[in-house]
């Protein structure tokens, strides 16, 4: 006899063990994300943004999409937002910003293709001036080739190294009044092997620009950042790679006392000289400089571009969705509000069906959210999960039915088993072996449809199908970690079995004349 009241302490300690445990990790991982500030990673339709699908130019292969998607991916990353997302449907590339209030700028910063050109300056060309008489030339109209004074040859430009300011004296060549009547070359026409006539830098004051057929590409830039100079104007610092460095120098000795344009997606973001304070070429040493009439946001912008690399395709911006906060915020509220009320019916109806053990479920209920809060919060500052939307709030509300049900299976077991003339002390061992197989079964099925829901769907619906398979995995944790020792504890205690109105007996529908085997002492 003391044999077996010691293995049945040994027992309820393991189960108030277990209980014990599962309480304090859902209150510990709940406690431990409010402590650090973290909050689920909310997604655009709930905290508002920007969502823009791009359509690559041309048939781009699925290698060139997919560095695609990973330089936007680092782009958005580097804006320092949370919860963006970067993604292929079909041939189109879908990007999602939440939480950012210029839309704008956010757009012009992930957009921009970034296609970077190192260009020889054949010459320097007027603002678009036109009238009745001479008609403006659209742009893509084939350019006649810059007058032979007005060329930025090494003779024309006479660069000579001094000891002045600068360094250096140069001839100041003018622009070359033919080129005003044609319009500037758009960005999309923007080839790297053509002759183009390109604007600069808005507020740069050198008017246009004539350039000859690319010489290197942004493919040779390694990386780089934006700072200010000694004059406190904001420049751009590069490094290239090991073989941009070599291309690199072959080009600026192609091209020494000559001026080369530093093309941005049909921009020219500065046209330097090429070492004017040196006598003889010397190499670059796999670094260098680009400079021009910047602001702070501009030489970012351009740090950022230049950092992330030249994108292998074109986008073209087919629509774009512009969420406000406010109407985020009304989505969060309401699909929360619809959650609440009906956890509110789904607790008030267990607790008047099943007395005691609806309290269980209460409790239950409670746990589960504050781990699954806790854990959205934790992977929202992780890649591994999707933003929380509208539609991980359904898969939430979906799992609080599976979750129920876990609980009534088990009560409904353990009440066949008491109507069969067992006592509830014995019910509850045997009820829970038999309710555990058809909670695992159940909840495998919904586990794998979510798991195959989220690798074969897109969007929204991978979030839908995440969050319901993380609800479905801590149902089947919490089951036989809560659930089990609650109602064994529950079954084992004379109180809680005897209790008039919320006694497990009253919630199990037992005759008041069921006598109750003992409890051990």
């Known amino acids: 006899m003391a044999k077996v009241n010691s293995n049945s302490r040994r027992a309820r300690r393991g189960l108030w063990i277990s209980l014990l445990l599962s309480i304090f990790v859902c209150l510990g991982f709940l406690g431990a994300s409010l402590l650090a500030g973290w909050s689920p990673k909310l997604g655009l ?37 949370s919860g963006a997302q970067v993604n292929t449907q079909g041939p189109n590339i879908v990007v ?35 009238d009745k008489n001479t008609p403006a030339k659209p742009a893509g109209t084939p350019l006649p080739a810059c007058g032979a004074s007005y060329q930025l040859s090494t003779s024309n430009l006479a660069v000579t190294p001094n000891n002045s300011v600068y360094g250096y004296n140069s001839n100041n060549i003018g622009p070359d009044p033919q080129f005003a009547s044609y319009r500037s070359n758009t960005p999309a026409q923007d080839a790297e092997t053509a002759t183009l006539l390109l604007p600069g830098l808005k507020g740069d004051g050198t008017g246009r620009y004539v350039v000859g057929a690319s010489q290197l590409t942004g493919h040779a830039v390694k990386s780089a950042y934006a700072t200010q100079d ?21 080009v600026a000795q192609a091209n020494f006392h000559q001026v080369v344009a530093i093309d941005l997606d049909g921009v020219i973001q500065s046209a330097p000289l090429i070492q004017p304070g040196q006598s003889t070429f010397s190499s670059f040493q796999g670094t260098g400089q680009i400079s021009g009439s910047m602001t702070q946001a501009q030489a970012n912008n351009l740090a950022r571009a230049l950092q992330f690399g ?5 986008l073209t911006a087919l629509t774009t969705q512009t969420v406000s906060p406010t109407l985020g915020h009304a989505s969060l509220i309401a699909g929360f509000g619809a959650a609440l009320a009906g956890l509110i019916l789904v607790l008030l109806y267990t607790i008047l069906y099943y007395r005691a053990l609806g309290l269980v479920v209460l409790a239950g209920l409670g746990l589960t959210g504050a781990l699954l809060y806790g854990l959205i919060s934790t992977l929202g500052h992780t890649t591994l999960a999707p933003s929380f939307t509208l539609a991980g709030v359904i898969g939430l509300i979906v799992s609080i039915g599976i979750t129920v049900d876990s609980y009534i299976v088990y009560f ?16 509850v061992d045997r009820s829970f072996h038999s309710a555990w197989r058809t909670v695992l079964a159940a909840d495998f099925i919904s586990l794998l449809a979510a798991v195959i829901l989220y690798l074969v769907a897109l969007g929204d619906v991978r979030g839908f199908a995440f969050f319901l398979g993380l609800s479905t995995v801590i149902d089947i944790a919490m089951t036989y970690f809560f659930t089990r020792p609650a109602v064994y ?33």
Not at 106 to 123: D, E, K, M, N
């Open 96 to 130: 999602s910003v939440p939480g950012v209030k210029n839309a704008r700028q956010v757009l012009a910063s992930i957009g921009q293709t970034a296609q970077l050109f190192f260009r020889p300056l054949l010459c320097y060309a007027p603002g678009l001036k036109v």
């Open 412 to 427: 409904e077991r353990l009440k066949d088993e008491t109507r069969s003339g067992r006592t509830v002390r014995t019910s």
């Open 310 to 314: 030249a994108l292998p395709v074109r």
């Open 45 to 81: 339709d709930l905290a508002g943004g920007v969502s823009v699908v791009y359509h690559p130019e041309g048939n781009p292969s699925k290698t060139a999409l997919a560095e695609t998607v990973s330089i936007l991916n680092s782009r958005v990353n580097s804006l320092g937002v």
């Open 230 to 250: 000694q004059t406190g104007n904001w420049v751009v610092n590069y490094t290239l790679t090991s073989v941009g460095s070599a291309q690199w120098d072959k």
């Open 489 to 521: 504890l529950l079954g084992r205690s004379e109180r809680a079995a005897h209790a008039q109105h919320l006694g497990v007996s009253a919630g199990l529908a037992l005759g008041s004349d069921r006598q109750l085997e003992e409890v051990d002492s």
